[in-house]
């Protein structure tokens, strides 16, 4: 489903991903995991258009798209949850909800979509008129999941969606990530959180200074001791 060979990326003449290449099957839940500065959000917002390839390729359902105008991934099939969810703060959150459904595709399914979105996160229900901004940390990152998932994407991606959050909120989210994936959006997921990750993923990439260091199954990561040691303490 998506294929990234060699990507490099850079921030003006500093090298930020190296020959980085994955391989995301279709309906699959895939993390990159890696600690803090190792590039997973470079990654992901490179593969959501929001950052320009130096080099290499993304191709998604078979089609190139490393020089796809940036607002032409949402409409590819592709949409992102970022880093730190960037809702609209005094708008409400209906209104931010809606904002993910511009597409005309999406538009034209906004009703069926908004039912989803209230099914998969219930507390958001009696909440649609209040400002984003007043919601707590994990109701925000709700609505941020909600607003990507408005645009119906084929591919979902995460950046850091347990950033900030308690211990509990966390667990409900990667549920939710979890229920999304098996209802047949294809998920790539950047976590710092390697444990939480990993219980959820299907297969994972370690990312490290920007270059892929390990991949394989959760449990073929889980018994190599340098990453046990590395991200999980063990």
């Not at 003006?12 to 980085?20: D, I, K, M, N, S």
């Not at 959050?165 to 098996?182: D, K, Q």
Request: with cysteine; charged share 20%.
């Amino acid at each position: 489903m998506l294929e990234v060979r060699d990507l490099q990326v850079a921030y003006g003449q500093a090298p930020a991903l190296w020959g980085v290449s994955l391989e995301l099957r279709e309906h699959e839940l895939l993390c990159v995991v890696g600690p803090n500065g190792a590039g997973k959000t470079t990654l992901i917002n490179t593969l959501a258009g929001m950052l320009r390839a130096r080099g290499g390729r993304i191709v998604f359902e078979g089609r190139d798209i490393t020089a796809l105008a940036p607002h032409r991934f949402c409409e590819a099939g592709v949409a992102i949850v970022p880093e730190g969810r960037r809702l609209f703060g005094s708008m409400s959150v209906l209104e931010n909800l809606e904002i993910g459904s511009l597409v005309p595709a999406a538009k034209a399914r906004r009703a069926g979509s908004l039912e989803t979105v209230l099914a998969l996160f219930p507390v958001l229900e009696t909440k649609l008129a209040q400002a984003a901004g007043e919601l707590s940390g994990g109701q925000q990152q709700m609505v941020a999941i909600g607003r990507a998932l408005m645009a119906r994407p084929r591919l979902l991606l995460l950046d850091e969606p347990s950033l900030g959050l308690s211990p509990l909120i966390v667990h409900e989210m990667f549920g939710a990530i979890r229920r999304v994936n098996t209802e047949g959006t294809a998920v790539l997921l950047v976590e710092q959180n390697v444990s939480m990750a990993l219980r959820v993923a299907q297969r994972a990439y370690v990312l490290e200074e920007g270059r892929m260091v390990a991949e394989g199954t959760p449990g073929e990561l889980l018994q190599r001791d340098d990453v046990r040691r590395a991200y999980l303490g063990a």
